[in-house]
Nanobody, 118 residues
Framework: QVQLVESGGGLVQAGGSLRLSCAAS????????IGWYRQAPGKQRELVAR???????NYAGSVLGRFTISRDNAKNTVYLQMNSLKPDDTAVYYC????????????WGQGTQVTVSS
């Protein structure tokens, strides 16, 4: 069973930055696309950033130009650098490997809370 452990969330003022990390316990980390999802209160979980095994990145329109996803295959870790944060970015952030139709492949980790104050 793949375990996903997110960290790096916190409380930040609008306009601030945070860097999230996610460590995955799998020997196949480097061959799969992985992404960051988020779920705000009362909303469905959404994929906000994805990086393929070859380093190609995709972003949701709401975060394009502000968030940057990266991966370190040697450390089995994916990162999300979040800049110019807005109150609408407030959510629990999760990582997961991304399968067909952008569906998550494994059970969710505990996530990390990001709260952006206005």
């Amino acid at each position: 069973q793949v375990q996903l452990v997110e960290s790096g969330g916190g409380l930040v003022q609008a306009g601030g930055s945070l860097r999230l990390s996610c460590a995955a316990s799998t020997s196949t980390f480097s061959i799969n696309a992985i992404g960051w999802y988020r779920q705000a209160p009362g909303k469905q979980r959404e994929l906000v950033a994805r990086i393929t095994n070859t380093g190609i990145t995709n972003y949701a329109g709401s975060v394009l130009g502000r968030f940057t996803i990266s991966r370190d295959n040697a450390k089995n870790t994916v990162y999300l650098q979040m800049n110019s944060l807005k109150p609408d970015d407030t959510a629990v952030y999760y990582c997961n490997f991304v399968g067909p139709a952008l569906k998550p492949l494994y059970a969710w980790g505990q996530g990390t809370q990001v709260t952006v104050s206005s």
